[in-house]
């Protein structure tokens, strides 16, 4: 893991632990846009939409998995400013929540969104960065940044 994966991934590993540490200090119950966004402390014992509640011990085994993939991913990727950023939220987020579940025996999540009547499994800061990871990795697949030759078969699979 070059410097720049390393910087970003403990930088969101800070901030998702501290925002994750204030709310449940305040016990917070904030609402930012009536209807729309509200910041409230809830406590996942599950993955997202609470699958897999009360499996503590299978998720962190599912997160060290993921995490040790994810750093012989690294090596098959490019090594450019997208990547590297891709790769850095990626393992702080993974590494985020995974704390909370070796040292809480749940994930802290705040953020709380609702559109129309819809309302979306309550979330954290590092849930946005494995999701913006996740995204910005797809781009970089698509647009052909892996190592071995592999370079380019993106833009030819768009071709077709």
């Given at each position: 893991?070059?410097?720049?994966?390393?910087?970003?991934?403990?930088?969101?590993?800070?901030?998702?632990?501290?925002?994750?540490?204030?709310?449940?200090?305040?016990?917070?119950?904030?609402?930012?846009?009536?209807?729309?966004?509200?910041?409230?402390?809830?406590?996942?014992?599950?993955?997202?939409?609470?699958?897999?509640?009360?499996?503590?011990?299978?998720?962190?085994?599912?997160?060290?998995?993921?995490?040790?993939?994810?750093?012989?991913?690294?090596?098959?990727?490019e090594d450019n400013?997208?990547?590297?950023?891709?790769?850095?939220?990626?393992?702080?987020?993974?590494?985020?929540?995974?704390?909370?579940?070796?040292?809480?025996?749940?994930?802290?999540?705040?953020?709380?969104?609702?559109?129309?009547?819809?309302?979306?499994?309550?979330?954290?800061?590092?849930?946005?960065?494995?999701?913006?990871?996740?995204?910005?990795?797809?781009?970089?697949?698509?647009?052909?940044?892996?190592?071995?030759?592999?370079?380019?078969?993106?833009?030819?699979?768009?071709?077709?």
């Amino acid at each position: 893991m070059n410097k720049s994966k390393a910087i970003i991934a403990i930088i969101i590993l800070i901030i998702d632990q501290i925002t994750k540490s204030l709310m449940q200090i305040n016990n917070a119950n904030i609402n930012i846009i009536e209807g729309f966004l509200k910041l409230k402390y809830y406590q996942n014992t599950g993955a997202a939409w609470s699958i897999l509640e009360g499996y503590s011990t299978l998720l962190i085994v599912i997160s060290v998995i993921i995490l040790i993939l994810l750093f012989n991913m690294m090596y098959s990727y490019e090594d450019n400013k997208i990547n590297n950023i891709s790769f850095g939220l990626l393992v702080g987020g993974i590494l985020g929540n995974l704390a909370d579940r070796i040292f809480c025996s749940f994930v802290r999540d705040f953020i709380a969104i609702k559109i129309f009547s819809y309302q979306f499994p309550v979330f954290n800061i590092a849930d946005i960065s494995i999701v913006i990871g996740v995204l910005l990795l797809v781009f970089s697949t698509i647009k052909g940044e892996i190592k071995n030759g592999n370079k380019g078969q993106g833009r030819a699979l768009k071709n077709r």
